[in-house]
């Protein structure tokens, strides 16, 4: 069992930065998943973000987010990082992190086993 808690979120202009968290605890090494990246926004569906392989080696990001944010993992810590550069206000949105046993990583919902409670990160224009 994975307990992943997100943190970092906030309110910040159109422009600015953010860098979430997310804490990964329990009987368990975050080095044995892959983890990614999800937003919500109200009313809309779980979008994908980002996800980082076990090792770091490899990156995937949807393109709307590319170029601003960076996904990565330090892996001693049993954390995983987004770094969130030139906000926008259509970045808005409740954001989570994920975990996946998976051999690869994957950028839908059911692919990733534990999640965490989520971070709000709201942008102002």
């Known amino acids: 069992q994975v307990q992943l808690v997100e943190s970092g979120g906030g309110l910040v202009q159109a422009g600015g930065s953010l860098r979430l968290s997310c804490a990964a605890s329990g009987r368990t090494f975050i080095s044995n998943y892959i983890m990614g990246w999800f937003r919500q926004a109200p009313g809309k569906e779980r979008e994908f973000v980002a996800s980082?392989?076990?090792?770091?080696?490899?990156?995937d990001y949807v393109d709307s987010v590319k170029g601003r944010f960076t996904i990565s993992r330090d892996n001693a810590k049993n954390t995983g990082y987004l770094q969130m550069n030139s906000l926008k206000p259509e970045d808005t949105a409740v954001y989570y992190c994920?975990?996946?046993?998976?051999?690869?990583?994957?950028?839908?919902?059911?692919?990733?086993?534990?999640w965490g409670q989520g971070t709000q990160v709201t942008v102002s224009s």
């Open positions: 980082i392989n076990r090792s770091g080696g490899s990156l």
């Open positions: 994920a975990a996946s046993r998976k051999s690869r990583p994957g950028r839908t919902p059911p692919e990733y086993d534990y």
